[in-house]
C-alpha cells in the first residue's frame, strides 16, 4: 500500500519560490570591487527569472552546462538558481586551478557559456590560451568588458529587459543541478554531478541543528568559495530558512573580514582552517572583537587545538565540519552540545572529542572497514576507511568510468580513501587520509593528530606532516612548519617539546622551517608538492628511531 501524500519534486526552483514568498524582505549583501550592493531576496528572485529568461534566448537546454568562472557575489548566486532551474547544469570552476587545468574542467564538462567576474579575466584568458581544443563558446561578463574573448557580453546587458516571471520546465527531481570538481591533490580534477534533490535535501540537512544550525534568525558569512562544493551549501540552506545572507566578493585579508562582520551584524559564518587562523591572530594583535558572531564553521582540513580554545575564549562556538565533493560535502559535525554525554570528562577530553570530525547527519549511512573489508569495531582506537551511501552521495564520477570503478564498491558505497576511528558515542575521528599516512616500520602514524599537535605549539602558525622515504624505515615523518610572526623556535627546541606529547617513534625525523605551506585551490595543504620538495632529506639518515 503506497501513502496518499502529494508527488511533488524537490527542486531549487521550489527553494526559490518559497524564498520569494514568505522572505521577501530578507537582504542579500555582496562586496565587489565597485562597493556594497544590497537587495532583497524579492529582487534577486525577479533577476533569477531574467536570466534564466535570457539563457533560454541565447539555446542554453536541459542538460547543458554552464560554467561561472567568479568570485562570491550577487550574481554568482543568481547563476546558483538561474542555471538549475532552466534544467541546465551550473559547473562552478575552480578559479585558482592551474590554467591547464581550467582549461581541462571546461572542456571535460563541456561548458559552452562562460560567466566571469571582470576581475578575473586574466586567469580565464590564460585558461582560455591553454585549451588545445580551442572550442566555441559565449562569455558573460559580471562587470564592464575587458577582455578580447568573443563573443562576450555584459551581464546586466545579457538579461536587460527581459521578463521577470520564469516557469521552469524541471519535473524530475533526480535531473542534474550542480557540477563541481574536486580539487585535484593527485591527478585530473573529478567531476561529481548533484542533483535537484541531492541539493534539497543536503540543504534541509545543513539547517538542522546539530549540523550548521543555519536558521532564519541568522545572518550568514560564506568565506568559504563558492565554486568549493556549492560554497558548502550556504546559497540554498540560507534562503531556504531565509537567513540574511552576506557575500565577501574579492576581500579575503583578515582586517577587512572582521571589519565585514561587524558592519553587517554577521552571526555565523565558515571558511577553512587557514583563514580563521589569521582572524584569530588580527583580533589578537588588533585587541578587536567579533561584535555579533556567535559561531563559526571550520571545514576543509582538520581544526587545530589551538584555534578551538582561543574562540572558546572569545565566547564563539565552534563547528567542526566534515565532508567531501563527493558528499555534496557536509557529512559530520562535532557542536559543543554534542558532547553533554560526556557530562563527567574533564574538559580535556571534551576538547579532545570536540577536534573530532563528530556525528554522521541524518540521511549519511557510513561504516568503517579495515583492509580486510571487516567492519572495525567503535571502540576509538581500531582504523578503518570510512565509506558512505545516501542521498547527497555521489554514485560516482561524471564522464570517468575507472575513477567510478575504484570509488565505488560492489555494493554500492563511495570509498572515501579517509582512515577514521569511531568512539562508543557514535563520534568519527578523521586519522588521515589513506595517501598521507605514514607507514614507520610496519606502523601507521597520523599526519593529521601530529599536525594538530605541532599546531599546538605558540610559535608555530601552520604545520604539514609528510612521509619521506627512510632507508631503514621504509618512511619517516618529517614536519614542515610556518611560525607565527615575530616568533622563534629551533627544530631541536620544538622536538623536545614534542617529546612530552606524542609518542618517541612519532617524533619527525626533520623539523623543515618554510614561508609558506603549498596549498591546494580550497586552502588544504598541498602534500604532493611537498613530498617532491623534501623526497630526499633523509636519504643520507638511518638513525634508528627512538622507542
Known sequence: MLGMMMD??????????????????????????????????????????????????????????????????????????????????????????????????????????????????????????????????????????????????????????????????????????MLCYTSATTGEPKGVLFSHRSTVLHAYGACLPEVMGVNNLETVLPIVPMFHVCAWGYPYACLLVGSKLVFNGEIFDAPRLIQLMNSEKVTTAGAVPTIWMRIRDELQKSNTKLETVKSILVGGSALPKSLLIDFDRMGIEVIHGYGMTETSPLVATTRKHLTAPLAEASEEEKIAQRLKQGRIAFGVQWRAVDENGNQIPHDGKAMGEIQYRGPWITSGYYNNPEATKNAITKDGWFRTGDVCTADEYGFMQIVDRTKDLVKSGGEWISSVDLENTIMGHECIKEAAVIGVPHPDWVERPVAVVVLKEGKSVSEPALKEWLADRIAKWWLPDRVMFTDSLPLTGVGKFLKRELRERYKDVLSNTAEQPKT
Open 8 to 177: 511533488v519534486p524537490l527542486t531549487i526552483g521550489l527553494i526559490l519560490e518559497h524564498a520569494k514568498l514568505n522572505n521577501p524582505k530578507r537582504e542579500i549583501v555582496s562586496v565587489s570591487s565597485s562597493g556594497i550592493h544590497r537587495y532583497t531576496t524579492l529582487d534577486f528572485a525577479l533577476r533569477v527569472a531574467k536570466l534564466a529568461n535570457a539563457l533560454a534566448k541565447l539555446g542554453v537546454k536541459k542538460g547543458d552546462r554552464v560554467a561561472s568562472f567568479a568570485w562570491n557575489g550577487y550574481r554568482h548566486l543568481e547563476l546558483y538558481y538561474a542555471v538549475p532551474i532552466l534544467g541546465a547544469v551550473l559547473h562552478t570552476v575552480n578559479i585558482r586551478l592551474y590554467p591547464a587545468q581550467v582549461a581541462y574542467v571546461l572542456n571535460h564538462a563541456d561548458s559552452k557559456v562562460i560567466f566571469f567576474d571582470n576581475t578575473l579575466t586574466p586567469a580565464l584568458e590564460a585558461a582560455i590560451a591553454a585549451d588545445t581544443e580551442n572550442r566555441k563558446r559565449h562569455f558573460i561578463s559580471m562587470g564592464a568588458i575587458n577582455t578580447k574573448l568573443k563573443p562576450c557580453v555584459e551581464y546586466e546587458e545579457f538579461i536587460g529587459s527581459e521578463s521577470t516571471t520564469f516557469e521552469s520546465p524541471v519535473t524530475d527531481e533526480r535531473e542534474a543541478a
